[in-house]
């Protein structure tokens, strides 16, 4: 028999909430993080319809290994393409979003730099739906790529952690945030060359409790990959620490 009392209560609470978002809604009316556009008539609370329309229909063939667009010179085997070929990429395989373009680039930036951490929902939900389309094996633990504690502490989050729990909250997969840790204060990747952002990261990570994920399949998580350089590492330490198969999962794909 129904709770009618719960029902009510249910019902109420629902109420409620609607008319606080509608006053919201007239106090701070809500628009698109990436486009701008007015979002009063639609249901999702932070990106357009638009705009995640582009998202989702931006498909392209990849590099199974690293990610790179293909086409335009770019072929791939299971191997690889000749970009990872010649990094030795540690993942079995990783997946994108987008590419580094609009409107994912201006989430990103509003998401990361402008600290609108509620994106972390709709951009931890992009990701999870990519995830669904895709067959791999049974995934153990989900990891996001550390930030320093310092960089962390700066910047009052890790975006690829909020992303991350969120994936885990949709699929109920453990997460695991500080087995995997960030030992090196690395600098910013996106003002070296490609010799100096290898030795920036080298060694940048540690397995604190290689135990934990001994044989373990490790989902990793991160918001851009440029040269696959700290994501790589990060995979290294896993790797070394006796994981299972690697996968990776990111947003958007830079062009290096
Ligand atoms: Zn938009
Ligand atoms: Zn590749």
Same mark, same amino acid.
């Given at each position: 028999m129904p709770d009618l009392h719960q029902e009510n209560k249910v019902f109420l609470i629902s109420a409620i909430r609607d008319i606080f978002v509608g006053f919201l809604d007239v106090l701070y009316p809500r628009h698109c993080f990436a486009c701008d556009k007015s979002l009063h008539e639609e249901k999702n609370t932070y990106i357009c319809e638009s705009c995640l329309e582009i998202i989702e229909t931006a498909e392209a063939k990849r590099c199974s290994k690293c990610g790179l667009k293909l086409g335009s010179g770019i072929t791939s085997s299971s191997k690889g393409c000749h970009e990872c070929k010649n990094n030795k990429f540690r993942f079995e395989k990783c997946f994108f979003v987008s590419d580094n373009t609009e409107p994912v680039k201006t989430l990103i930036h509003q998401f990361k730099y402008k600290k609108h951490t509620c994106l972390a929902t709709p951009l931890g939900y992009l990701l999870t739906n990519l995830l669904y389309q895709k067959t791999i094996c049974e995934i153990d633990f989900v990891v996001p790529v550390p930030l320093h504690w310092k960089k962390k502490q700066e910047r009052g989050f890790n975006q690829s952690e909020l992303m991350a729990k969120k994936i885990c909250d949709e699929l109920s997969i453990p997460i695991s945030i500080n087995n995997l840790h960030?030992?090196?204060?690395? +600098?910013?990747?996106? /003002? +070296?060359?490609?010799? /100096?952002? /290898? !030795?920036? #990261? !080298?060694?940048?990570?540690? #397995? !604190?409790?290689?135990? !934990?994920?001994?044989q373990k399949n490790i989902l990793l998580v991160d918001d851009v990959l440029t040269t696959g350089m700290t994501a790589s590492e990060c995979a290294k330490s896993l790797e070394n620490a006796g994981a299972g198969k690697i996968f990776l999962i990111a947003l958007a794909r830079s062009k290096m």
């Open positions: 960030r030992a090196k204060n690395t +600098l910013s990747q996106t /003002q +070296l060359s490609r010799v /100096q952002r /290898q !030795k920036n #990261v !080298k060694g940048a990570f540690r #397995v !604190k409790n290689p135990e !934990k994920f001994y």
